[in-house]
């Protein structure tokens, strides 16, 4: 087992709902981040449209058992594998690597990531001073947030065949707070039939593809929908703004 795969599959990533940057600041700097409890069968949440509501809780650091490895830019405690996954595609030891190097971090043999979908890492997590490039404080709170991923896809993958189908997609959203209809479930879903007639299942690069655009636009809509409806009023620039960034960002 790679090293890659050992940090996935370490206890530093328990299941439990991503910290995310969900909300996107269009002027590119900001973004705020939104937890879940890693318990959330057991703990009571707000109930509201969308199933289990937000709620402060623990969102996973950046893993590796609490060591300081002393190198520029990574959060203290970043686990010294994540440090040497950064170095190791950082050849121009720049400091910053490209969507390619990101590429070339997270992808190990059965778990390959598709350009489109480290496209989409890299808008969210990207750097407010350059938005190209992914530096070792942004690497870091992504690796942990694909640790976190791992962990709900593991623990949804109930018939441990290695890939998540519908009703284990409808349950791992449900289980991180997102109540999503079945007519979006569908819409969504449909988007990995290849036409070969077979049941549908998404890998971990899909799974992560679905979750982060899921979570990220539904948090949009909650900003508009402070009664937790169901229900929100745009008009036609706002939700263009919303909705267009998470499409282009990994065509």
Request: hydrophobic fraction near 30%.
């Amino acid at each position: 087992m790679s090293f890659l795969s050992k940090i996935f599959h370490s206890s530093s990533y328990a299941p439990s709902a991503p910290s995310l940057p969900e909300s996107y600041d269009q002027r590119g700097q900001t973004y705020s981040t939104t937890s879940y409890p890693s318990n959330y069968s057991h703990q009571q949440q707000q109930q509201s449209y969308y199933g289990q509501g937000t709620s402060g809780g623990g969102g996973g650091g950046g893993g590796g058992g609490g060591y300081s490895y002393g190198h520029s830019g990574f959060p203290p405690g970043t686990s010294p594998d994540v440090i040497r996954s950064f170095e190791m595609v950082d050849r121009d030891r720049s400091g910053f690597i490209d969507e390619n190097e990101l590429q070339q971090a997270l992808s190990s043999g059965y778990q390959r990531f598709h350009i489109k979908t480290v496209r989409l890492l890299m808008f969210l997590f990207k750097n407010p001073h350059d938005s190209l490039r992914l530096g070792p404080k942004e690497f870091a709170a992504l690796w942990s947030c694909l640790g976190q991923w791992r962990g709900i896809y593991e623990r949804y993958d109930r018939d441990r065949s290695g890939k998540i189908d519908l009703l284990e997609l409808r349950d791992a959203l449900y289980g991180i707070g997102l109540a999503t209809p079945s007519s979006v479930l569908q819409v969504l879903i449909s988007k990995y039939d290849d036409g070969s007639g077979r049941k549908i299942e998404l890998n971990f690069d899909s799974f992560v593809e679905c979750g982060v655009i899921l979570k990220g636009l539904t948090e949009k809509f909650k900003e508009k929908d402070k009664g937790y409806t169901g229900t929100a009023s745009f008009d036609y620039d706002e939700f263009m703004s919303m909705v267009i960034p998470f499409l282009v960002s990994h065509d």
